[in-house]
């Protein structure tokens, strides 16, 4: 099993605070909202882990790198994130998706 996080865009419905980072990195009780995620497919399994990036996308890449405690991260940059939505961002990372895969939001918030 796989996970596919897209997060390409711009979050402009959390401005001001995505003025300078990505939503998946707004802190919500001081971690980024991505890390949340990365542990819930942590926790259920997941080994492998694709995020479609756009919006200040080496944010994400610098922050989280090739791997995050365990899990191997990859990186797909959709580069019209502006002119798209979600679904584009899921068609460019079709490639990835040679198994079953848990699809998520970058904006999601659980524990």
Known sequence: MKGLILSAGMGTRLDPLTRTCPKCMVHVAGRPMMEYQLDALRKAGVVECTIVVGYMADAVRDYFGASYRGLNLSYVENTVYA?????YSFWMARAELDDDTL?????????
């Open 83 to 87: 002119e798209t939505n979600n679904l």
């Open 103 to 111: 699809l998520l939001e970058a904006d999601l918030v659980f524990d």
